[in-house]
């Protein structure tokens, strides 16, 4: 009934599509096998794309090929561009979605990719002879072989959702939990451990007050996720922001004694940077309010999810504390709050490919690999995808350095580092950010998507053509000079000092108060730059954003890149896969331990595994005869 397939997917989330898209594109034959077809894509918890650090990601999916920045952009309701005021490494792309257009919109993309065969089942357990995997086993009893396999499993691996006393098991609300792979996979020898994560109740926009709160509309100008030529929104819905009370706090100090987090009823770790409701009221007992953005679901539903209430209480608490909240003073609940505990797997037990190190031609991605996110899903699956599609193709793993992308940042850390609670992207894990910005994902990301043969053909043309723009731009800027009778008016009125002699307006665009847009736009430069600017405004908007950031940001830049050069260094002395760290006696027992867990494949790997001293570098590097 099945062929044998090059790469089965296991799971249609945020990971397990991007993974089936990627490695179909490539060119692999895939089956997507997924327990749901209805709730492929999902958006389990807020429906938006993006915001700080996982914008950029979003950026970077688009650029290598993937489909998460379209998909976005298709079923987005409003578009914000965040850390406007801040430097452009700061820059964070966000949108607010339509949850059932995003779900769909998906779908679509992935039926009409060539190569993708679709199974509605529950994986049981994988096929393997010795240490590689040859297929799957469903719950209807098929035995489907493949050459390897990506499990993207996602909060289903024996979830158990809480809501008050109630427990129940479960993936998501509403859908059954995955069985079976958890076990077979420990006796195989892999470590599993416990998480959890919650989300907030959905509410009925019907019988909300919006003139009790404040209302937070888009961009005035929206921007986009996608390099290519999705529509920028034309019509788009606004959020609101409200805030919890004492009084609030103290109903939900009532339930406290049935809270499944506090009676120890759950045992995973859940994200620390997205505690519910209760748990910010215990942490934080000072604060008298929390903000709460009340956000649409999409275009054709009065549902409104309220993003900062996650909360596990029991339905009538939270729905008595929510009705002392200003504006939902009579509000209808569609459903309450829960939390979830789902297995991972520690992703020290990956390669840098994703691949586990245990049994050759699978691969973990997503929430499996303990990360929180859709974005951070997304990017995984993306990545073991193509690694997929390349390891039974002989070919090496592409894995992104930490200073080419945000992804490269997200997987070494999960690798090196490991990660004991959920964990989600921030500008703060990267250290070259200002080289990793969302406006240059396109320029740093497409040509290596070109390389491996995943980018589409208007993708590279676009990219080295901005690119020329870009030189061309710069170049006639230092050449360009502006005599101090046309420009000065102009430049005291934007609280600059007027020039004394001739300038470039190389120069000018040095100045912290002028940007290129605003001196092209006032100094009526575009007699000047009509034939150096592409026609197309929003190339033409992109290339002059990226020539400013370029001169402005100029020293900044080149002192980075000296520092990646230097690292890079580091980063090509390799260390053979077998090489027997516990042998090497003048390294800390510590450094011995995470060395022998980890195996890093390079020295500077090596150098970012936590517990790993600058001396243990040094001892390593002088036997590997550096
Ligand atoms: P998922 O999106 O979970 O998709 C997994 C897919 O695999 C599903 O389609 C499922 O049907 C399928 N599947 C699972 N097992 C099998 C099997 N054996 N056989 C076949 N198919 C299988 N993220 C945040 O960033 N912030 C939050 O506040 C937040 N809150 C959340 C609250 C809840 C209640 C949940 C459920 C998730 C929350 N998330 C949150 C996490 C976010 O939803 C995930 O990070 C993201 O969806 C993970 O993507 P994924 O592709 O790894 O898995």
């Given at each position: 009934m099945f062929p044998e397939y090059d790469v089965i997917v296991v799971g249609a989330g945020h990971a397990g599509c991007e993974a089936a898209a990627a490695a179909a594109n490539l060119g692999s034959k895939v089956l997507l096998i997924t327990m749901?077809?209805?709730?492929?894509?999902?958006?389990?918890?807020?429906?938006a794309m993006g915001g700080v650090a996982k914008g950029q990601i979003v950026r970077e999916i688009d650029a290598l090929g993937g489909y998460s920045g379209i998909v976005s952009d298709r079923s987005a309701v409003q578009f914000r561009m965040l850390n406007?005021?801040?430097?452009?490494?700061?820059w964070s792309p966000r949108s607010q979605n339509d949850r059932m257009q995003f779900a769909l919109e998906w779908r679509r993309m992935l039926e009409q990719t060539p190569n993708i065969d679709f199974l509605q089942d529950m994986v049981v357990g994988i096929l393997n002879k010795g240490d590689r995997v040859t297929g799957v086993l469903t719950s209807f009893g098929y035995n489907i072989e493949s050459k390897s396999v990506i499990l993207t499993s996602g909060t289903f691996l024996n979830g158990i959702i809480h809501i008050g006393e109630k427990q129940f098991g479960g993936g998501r609300v509403a859908e059954k939990a995955s069985r079976g792979i958890t076990e077979q996979l420990v006796e195989l020898g892999f470590e599993a451990g416990r998480m959890k994560t919650g989300t907030p109740p959905r509410l009925d926009?019907?019988?909300?007050?919006?003139?009790r709160m404040e209302e937070q509309k888009g961009d005035s100008n929206p921007s986009k996720f996608?390099?290519?030529n999705t529509a920028n929104l034309s019509r788009q819905l606004s959020c609101w922001i409200t805030y919890t009370n004492n009084d609030v706090h103290e109903t939900l100090k009532t339930g406290f004694d049935y809270s499944p987090m506090f009676s120890g009823r759950i045992k995973g770790v859940g994200p620390r940077y997205c505690p519910s409701i209760e748990d910010k009221i215990n942490r934080f007992a000072e604060k008298d309010r929390h903000q709460l953005f009340v956000e649409p679901?999409?275009?054709?539903?009065v549902e409104v999810y309220l993003n900062g209430f996650s909360t596990s209480l029991p339905e009538s608490v939270q729905y008595k504390a929510l009705t002392k909240i200003p504006g939902l003073e009579n509000v209808k609940m569609f459903r309450p709050g829960y939390a979830i505990e789902y297995d991972y797997f520690p992703?020290?037990?990956?390669r840098l490919s994703l691949e586990t190190k245990r049994v050759n031609f699978l691969f973990f991605a997503g929430q499996i690999n303990g990360t929180t996110g859709y974005e951070e899903a997304a990017c995984q699956g993306l990545m073991a995808g193509i690694n997929a599609h390349r390891s039974i193709n002989d070919l090496p793993p592409i894995i992104l350095e930490r200073s080419e992308g945000y992804i490269g940042v997200l997987i070494d850390d999960l690798i090196n580092?490991?990660?004991?609670e959920p964990y989600r992207m921030f500008?703060?894990?990267?250290?070259?950010r200002i080289l990793l910005r969302q406006d240059n994902a396109d320029i740093r990301l497409t040509p290596i998507a070109e390389k491996i043969g995943l980018a589409k053909e208007y993708q590279t043309f676009r990219v080295k053509q901005k690119m020329n723009y870009i030189e061309i731009l710069i170049e006639s800027l230092k050449e360009s000079k502006v005599d101090p009778n046309d420009v000065n008016a102009y430049l005291v009125s934007r609280g600059t000092t007027p020039l004394q002699e001739r300038s470039t307006l190389f120069n000018l665009i040095l100045?912290?108060?002028?940007t290129l847009y605003d001196i092209y736009s006032n100094l009526e430069l575009d007699k000047i730059y009509k034939s150096i600017l592409p026609e197309d405004t929003t190339l033409r908007n992109e290339v002059m954003e990226q020539a400013e950031i370029l001169i402005k940001y100029d020293g900044y830049i080149s002192k980075e890149r000296e520092i990646v050069s230097k690292m890079k260094r580091l980063e090509d002395i390799p260390i053979a896969t077998?090489?027997?760290?516990?042998?090497?006696?003048?390294?800390?027992t510590e450094a011995r331990q995470k060395l022998s867990k980890v195996?890093?494949?390079?020295l500077g790997q090596a150098s970012r595994?936590?517990?790993?001293?600058p001396s243990d570098i040094s001892i390593l590097m002088t036997f590997l005869g550096r």
């Open positions: 749901n077809m209805q709730t492929m894509a999902q958006m389990s918890c807020n429906p406007r005021s801040k430097g452009p490494a700061m926009g019907r019988s909300i007050d919006y003139s996608s390099f290519s679901e999409g275009w054709n539903t992703p020290h037990q990956l580092k490991g990660t004991d500008t703060s894990r990267a250290e070259y100045r912290p108060q002028l077998n090489f027997d760290f516990q042998k090497l006696r003048s390294l800390s195996k890093p494949q390079t595994i936590s517990g790993v001293n």
